[in-house]
T-cell receptor, first 115, second 117 residues
């Protein structure tokens, strides 16, 4: 596809359930970011991949959050034992090759609701 | 301290008029970048405009321009000739450090713009 694709668009999880959120970045993009956007707030950084390497995971809120990008393209954000405070929109963004970061392309996000 | 501050939670503008959305930032880096994104109700973050800290001229993209005042650490977005489709949330964001892969964005809290017919 032409843009960043995220699935599912909406996810309702019962508290304690595990969830997996998928991101398909723009083909050939080296950098991939995950952000968490709580209701009424701006996005906050979670983690960053350069190809398959996770170079920064300083924004992950707890060890229940885990992200991977095993082949350097598709990425999955997994949340184990979901809690109500995990309810948010999870945004994925990708950027082109190394050396340029004047624009990040975002997907439409996955809205997670934990009940 | 907040790195990105957007002081206007909501703004109204009459269709076809210009509007300025405020953004101030805080960084000690000499090299940084400032971004504006639009987020309609569909949820996607749409890139609007970028300003590098070393860019001497204000960035412009169609109806969007960025009023960059480095000494005041402000990067206000100006939308000219507002259209009904401009109604959305607008976020100011900053990349600290040079434009290399891996430098993530820090976002402000956003401003909701409503365009009146």
């Amino acid at each position: 596809g032409a843009g960043v694709s995220q699935s599912p668009r909406y996810k309702v999880a019962k508290r304690g359930q595990d969830v997996a959120l998928r991101c398909d970045p723009i083909s050939g993009h080296v950098s991939l970011f995950w952000y968490q956007q709580a209701l009424g707030q701006g996005p906050e950084f979670l983690t960053y991949f350069q190809n398959e390497a996770q170079l920064d995971k300083s924004g992950l809120p707890s060890d229940r959050f885990f992200a991977e990008r095993p082949e350097g393209s598709v990425s999955t954000l997994k949340i184990q034992r979901t809690q109500q405070e995990d309810s948010a929109v999870y945004l994925c963004a990708s950027s082109p090759r190394d050396g340029t970061n004047t624009e990040a392309f975002f997907g439409q996000g996955t809205r997670l609701t934990v009940v | 301290a907040q790195k990105i501050t957007q002081t206007q939670p909501g703004m109204f503008v009459q269709e076809k008029e210009a509007v300025t959305l405020d953004c101030t930032y805080d960084t000690s880096d000499q090299s940084y970048g400032l971004f504006w994104y639009k987020q309609p109700s569909s949820g996607e973050m749409i890139f609007l405009i970028y300003q590098g800290s070393y860019d001497e001229q204000n960035a412009t993209e169609g109806r969007y321009s960025l009023n960059f005042q480095k000494a005041r650490k402000s990067a206000n977005l100006v939308i000219s000739a507002s259209q009904l489709g401009d109604s959305a949330m607008y976020f100011c964001a900053m990349r600290e450090g040079p434009p290399i892969a891996g430098n993530m964005l820090t976002f402000g809290g956003g401003t909701r713009l409503m365009v009146k017919p």
